[in-house]
C-alpha cells in the first residue's frame, strides 16, 4: 500500500507532502524525511508536527502521479511548505543530481570536488529560501555537501543580505 501524506508543523501551519509505503518506522509513525522537514522536527519538536494521510493506494505509480500534482513548481516556491522538490520523484535525486557518481563513496568527495571546479551547480533558489527561512549557512552547506562559505557567495551572488556576523558580509 502507499500513501501520500502531509506533516503539518502545528506552531507555524507549514506543510510538507509526500509518499510513502511505511506508516510505521522503528515502532513511531514514520513523519517524513525531507530535508527542510528533517531540520525543522530537530528545532521545533517532532511533538509540534501532526501527519495526515491523504490518499492510499496499492499503485505506486499513482501515488506519486498524486504527489505531482500536489507539490508542483509553484508549491516548492511557496514559504508554507518544506518541500524542497517537485512530487512525483521521491528521493534525494536534487541533492546529487550534478555530480559525478565516481567519488560518491568518498565523505570529501563534494568539499574537494567543489574547491576544484569553480562551475558546480547548487539550487540556489532552494539555498535562498532554507537562509530566509532561518536556516544557517552552516546548516544549508551540510544540506548540499558544500562548505559554508560557498553558501554565503551564492546568497551575496543572489543579493541576500547576509546575516549580522557572517565574514562575507563585511565591506571591504
Not at 15 to 28: A, D, E, M, P, R
Not at 60 to 87: H, Q
Request: proline share 2%; charged share 30%; glycine share 10%.
Amino acid at each position: 500500500m502507499y500513501y501520500v501524506y502531509e506533516i503539518t508543523n502545528n506552531i507555524n501551519n507549514r506543510t510538507y507532502t509526500g509518499v510513502t509505503s511505511c506508516l510505521i518506522q522503528n515502532g513511531k509513525p514514520y513523519m517524513g524525511s525531507g530535508t527542510a522537514l528533517r531540520l525543522a522536527k530537530e528545532k521545533y519538536g517532532i511533538e509540534n508536527f501532526s501527519r495526515k494521510i491523504l490518499f492510499e493506494t496499492e499503485c505506486e505509480e499513482l501515488a506519486y502521479f498524486i504527489e505531482s500534482e500536489m507539490v508542483d513548481s509553484k508549491a516548492v516556491d511557496d514559504r508554507t511548505n518544506y518541500n524542497l522538490n517537485e512530487g512525483g520523484k521521491g528521493g534525494w535525486g536534487y541533492v546529487n543530481r550534478n555530480i559525478d557518481k565516481s567519488g560518491q563513496k568518498n565523505g570529501m568527495y563534494r568539499k574537494n570536488f567543489e574547491k576544484h571546479h569553480n562551475w558546480i551547480e547548487l539550487p540556489e533558489g532552494e539555498i535562498v529560501q532554507l537562509y530566509h527561512d532561518g536556516y544557517s549557512s552552516t546548516q544549508i552547506g551540510e544540506m548540499f555537501g558544500v562548505e559554508k562559505k560557498t553558501i554565503l557567495r551564492r546568497l551575496k551572488k543572489n543579493g541576500i543580505e547576509l546575516r549580522k556576523g557572517s565574514p562575507y558580509s563585511r565591506k571591504k
